[in-house]
């Protein structure tokens, strides 16, 4: 089995930084693309922000020039920094990745139980 726990959330006020951070544990034997996705309440979960094994990246328009994703691989964690953050940032963040558990094995996506960002002055 494959875990994925989110940390790092809390309360902030607008403009401030927050570092969110997702690692993963378990029957591992490779870690794919890892995503951080959010959900405010009354919308459907989106994607934040992406990056690959290579480390290429990918973010919503809505976080590009604020937010950066990266990983650790040695540390199996994903991190996201947020700054200059706004109350529409405001959502449970959820860790997503997607994990080999052997060698020539199907890939699985596996996602963390979310962690509140809460912006508000």
């Known amino acids: 089995q494959v875990q994925l726990v989110e940390s790092g959330g809390g309360l902030v006020q607008p403009g401030g930084s927050l570092r969110l951070s997702c690692v993963a544990s378990?029957?591992?034997?490779?870690?794919?693309?890892m995503n951080w996705y959010r959900q405010a309440p009354g919308n459907e979960r989106e994607l934040v922000a992406g990056i690959s094994s290579s480390d290429d990246t990918n973010y919503a328009d809505s976080v590009k020039d604020r937010f950066i994703i990266s990983r650790d691989n040695a540390k199996k964690t994903a991190y996201l920094q947020m700054n200059a953050l706004k109350s529409e940032d405001t959502a449970v963040y959820y860790c997503n990745a997607a994990v080999q558990t052997r060698s020539w094995g199907a890939w699985s996506p596996y996602w963390g139980q979310g962690t509140q960002v809460t912006v508000s002055s």
């Open positions: 378990g029957n591992i034997f490779h870690i794919g693309t």
